[in-house]
């Protein structure tokens, strides 16, 4: 019967967003690299190549690279073409870069960049033989696309699970979506991208994917569009654990938004602003349109900076949430969504300067880049500690707490109290309620007791860890994220 029980519990939670942490609180900021400043940072990425080694782009044209510790004084120059960004107002400069998922053995990379007189331009690097400095003569442009004003360029790009590149343009600025690109799908601004980049089809130096939405339309729709729509995707990111991607679409005059994005999707701009009929005012056709997951309006913020799932293990009630922020007021909020509905939507933090983009290291952890020259990041929860009791000490109550760090890999530490000596057994089970290991199995006094698990030859996923004392019983998830 009980094993019965533990099957159902784990059918029921089979549902990855029902693993991540809820009842999300304020949390304080502080200098990651306290000994570093920047100027006009604008990302921050990582090689996924074992390094642990940190890259900041700076608008002004510049990559600076340097290794994870907070007690860094110094960074090399990875990448400088200062020379060839326009390093205009809004979106101008260098916007961000994007490791290909083979850097470690290919040493490519690629940059969003602006380019002489209202061009955006996608182009490959490599490389030097000394790691620390890419060549700047190895510039390949993919991809040039004319904008017709200064503003909503967009500027992400990223690599998606699926290995592909992905692409943010905006509508191609000015107010009102003046160029009426936004619901046009036979241009590329107001849109998704998604190319290959280690093929070209003929005329490109870049390759169309046949799954892509529109590949093969006769409408002339672009067929590189994964989603549009959008009128200025700023940052967008995927989940590293279920792959979705997600977008902040830095709203007109009354709305910012957050949004998920799905193949094919139309993401409304300019019919709507968030939730909100924009052309015409009321009344606008909503029919096969996808709506926010969440809009906010602009006594809160005017210019949503999209952010990231948080998958890192030093700030566990963090775990889960999609962390976003405001250019202008500086707020950041982390929300959860789940069957399709925003469970949580909660304000977290202040930051410093203008959140100009969220960061993601190796390890899952999140940094805010903000204006101010300053790289911030959540501050960590303490380390768990064993308790020491006096014999004589006896606990009030039987406690199974939260593993931590959660999610973990491959590592994690059980902790646990006894109000009394028990006849104790702990042990991890799969969601199919099968037992896997058995940590303890034996009398124990009362008191606190902490228990180190390695899961190494376990396969991501969900597991469950039992503790059973005398008549007791209790029960807790952990999620393996290697």
């Not at 870069?97 to 470690?104: D, I």
Request: proline share 5%; hydrophobic share 35%.
């Amino acid at each position: 019967m009980k094993r019965a029980l533990l099957i159902h519990l784990a059918f029921c939670s089979l549902t990855l967003a029902n693993t991540d942490a809820q009842n999300l609180q304020p949390v304080a900021l502080q200098r990651a690299f306290p000994n570093l400043s920047f100027n006009r940072p604008v990302f921050l990425d990582h090689a996924s190549d074992g390094s642990d080694r940190v890259f900041v782009t700076e608008q002004r044209g510049v990559i600076s690279v340097f290794p994870n510790r907070n007690d860094i004084a110094t960074a090399d120059i990875f990448l400088d073409i200062s020379q060839r960004v326009n390093n205009g107002p809004n979106e101008a400069g260098l916007l961000s870069t994007a490791f290909h998922p083979q850097y470690e053995s290919n040493g490519l990379f690629y940059v969003y960049y602006n380019h002489g007189n209202l061009l955006s331009r996608i182009a490959e690097f490599r490389v030097s033989s000394d790691p620390e400095r890419a060549d700047p003569d190895s510039e390949r442009a993919l991809l040039d696309i004319e904008q017709p004003a200064g503003n909503h360029n967009g500027g992400q790009i990223a690599f998606g699970p699926d290995g592909m590149l992905y692409i943010g343009l905006g509508d191609g600025g000015a107010a009102n979506d003046l160029f009426q690109n936004g619901q046009d799908p036979t241009t590329l601004l107001g849109t998704i991208l998604r190319i290959d980049v280690n093929t070209q089809n003929d005329g490109l130096a870049y390759g169309i994917l046949a799954d892509n939405p529109f590949t093969g339309n006769t409408d002339g729709w672009r067929e590189e569009i994964w989603a549009w729509g959008l009128r200025n995707p700023w940052r967008f990111s995927f989940d590293r654990l279920t792959g979705d991607l997600w977008t902040g679409d830095v709203g007109q005059g009354n709305r910012e938004e957050i949004d998920l994005i799905e193949k094919g999707g139309n993401y409304g701009w300019n019919t709507m602003e968030g939730f909100q009929c924009f052309r015409p005012a009321t009344g606008c056709e909503t029919e096969g349109l996808a709506l926010p997951v969440v809009e906010y309006a602009h006594d809160e913020g005017r210019s949503v900076t999209g952010g990231y799932v948080y998958r890192g293990h030093r700030t566990a009630q963090l775990t889960g949430a999609y962390i976003y922020g405001d250019f202008e007021t500086s707020l950041v909020w982390g929300l959860h969504y789940q069957n399709g509905e925003v469970t949580e939507n909660t304000l977290l933090a202040k930051a410093p300067g203008g959140i100009a983009s969220f960061g993601e290291d190796q390890a899952g952890e999140l940094y805010i880049l903000a204006f101010d020259g300053g790289i911030y990041t959540f501050e960590a929860d303490p380390e768990p500690t064993a308790v020491a009791l006096e014999e004589t000490s006896q606990p009030a109550a039987f406690a199974l707490q939260q593993n931590y760090p959660n999610p973990f890999n491959p590592q994690t530490t059980i902790r646990y109290t006894l109000p009394a000596t028990a006849q104790t057994e702990l042990s991890i089970y799969d969601i199919t309620g099968q037992r896997l290991s058995t940590l303890v199995d034996g009398l124990q006094a009362a008191g606190t007791h902490q228990i180190r698990f390695d899961a190494v030859d376990l396969a991501n996923g969900l597991y469950f860890y039992r503790l059973r004392a005398g008549d007791r019983i209790e029960t807790r998830k952990m999620l393996l994220a290697k």
